[in-house]
């Protein structure tokens, strides 16, 4: 469900389920995994979905059937949107299509976002499906969101276009999606001649108080189980 390509300084990193891209707790260790390999190969990521789908976000029966195996799954959910937000190298994303709930944070955790223009559905889907947002998940969208656009997404559940994405800070463009691997790759190329030690330590400067308030409130609301000996 996860596949790992590196060529030369980028590691592309694919998620694949057949469907609709849920995020399992399977999927979120194997895309851990693999941004492992890609630290540890020192590449620029690229992020992409399947055609026509980036991510419909959580696993939904195991979201709503709650307990300790829906726990583990959002906390792993925004440990990883964390791990992008501070991660050594830049990452661009190749939204491939309709990306909805923590599939959009996953998008808005990214360096550089890019955006498959055609119908596809760009949401914070949360309040209109009966859920609350976590407070991590509000961070993730204040950092990157215009004001205006921020309330209608957290609050209304509004959905945008691509294009309307990219005016509302979910993407930076819009690109045709024959065109949009491409695109990334060479973006990704262009991004892997950065300093990388000046681009981490700026990164964690510019995203202190954003990660700072994500990793505290996944530790208040999505507590981890107790460990028993």
């Not at 996944?218 to 189980?225: M, Q």
């Given at each position: 469900?996860?596949?790992?390509?590196?060529?030369?300084?980028?590691?592309?990193?694919?998620?694949?389920?057949?469907?609709?891209?849920?995020?399992?707790?399977?999927?979120?260790?194997?895309?851990?995994?693999?941004?492992?390999?890609?630290?540890?190969?020192?590449?620029?990521?690229?992020?992409?979905?399947?055609?026509?789908?980036?991510?419909?976000?959580?696993?939904?029966?195991?979201?709503?059937?709650?307990?300790?195996?829906?726990?583990?799954?959002?906390?792993?959910?925004?440990?990883?949107?964390?791990?992008?937000?501070?991660?050594?190298?830049?990452?661009?994303?190749?939204?491939?299509?309709?990306?909805?709930?923590?599939?959009?944070?996953?998008?808005?955790?990214?360096?550089?976002?890019?955006?498959?223009?055609?119908?596809?559905?760009?949401?914070?889907?949360?309040?209109?499906?009966?859920?609350?947002?976590?407070?991590?998940?509000?961070?993730i969208c204040r950092q990157?969101?215009?004001?205006?656009?921020?309330?209608?997404?957290?609050?209304?559940?509004?959905?945008?276009?691509?294009?309307?994405?990219?005016?509302?800070?979910?993407?930076?463009?819009?690109?045709?999606?024959?065109?949009?691997?491409?695109?990334?790759?060479?973006?990704?190329?262009?991004?892997?001649?950065?300093?990388?030690?000046?681009?981490?330590?700026?990164?964690?400067?510019?995203?202190?108080?954003?990660?700072?308030?994500?990793?505290?409130?996944?530790?208040?609301?999505?507590?981890?189980?107790?460990?028993?000996?």
């Amino acid at each position: 469900m996860v596949d790992y390509q590196l060529d030369g300084p980028v590691a592309t990193i694919t998620i694949d389920d057949g469907k609709v891209n849920a995020l399992s707790l399977a999927v979120l260790t194997s895309l851990d995994a693999a941004l492992d390999r890609a630290e540890g190969d020192g590449a620029v990521v690229v992020l992409s979905g399947r055609p026509g789908v980036f991510s419909a976000g959580f696993d939904l029966p195991t979201l709503r059937a709650g307990g300790p195996d829906g726990v583990a799954m959002l906390r792993a959910g925004f440990e990883l949107a964390a791990r992008l937000l501070a991660y050594p190298t830049p990452v661009v994303i190749a939204c491939t299509g309709h990306a909805v709930a923590m599939g959009v944070f996953l998008v808005l955790s990214g360096d550089y976002r890019l955006g498959a223009e055609g119908p596809y559905k760009i949401t914070v889907n949360e309040v209109a499906i009966g859920l609350t947002l976590p407070t991590a998940a509000i961070e993730i969208c204040r950092q990157r969101l215009s004001p205006a656009q921020f309330s209608r997404a957290a609050l209304l559940a509004e959905v945008f276009s691509p294009a309307d994405a990219v005016a509302a800070g979910f993407l930076d463009r819009a690109v045709d999606a024959t065109a949009l691997h491409e695109t990334a790759r060479k973006v990704a190329a262009q991004l892997a001649t950065l300093d990388m030690a000046a681009h981490h330590a700026s990164k964690l400067r510019v995203r202190r108080a954003t990660l700072d308030a994500i990793r505290a409130s996944i530790d208040t609301e999505l507590p981890a189980p107790a460990h028993v000996p």
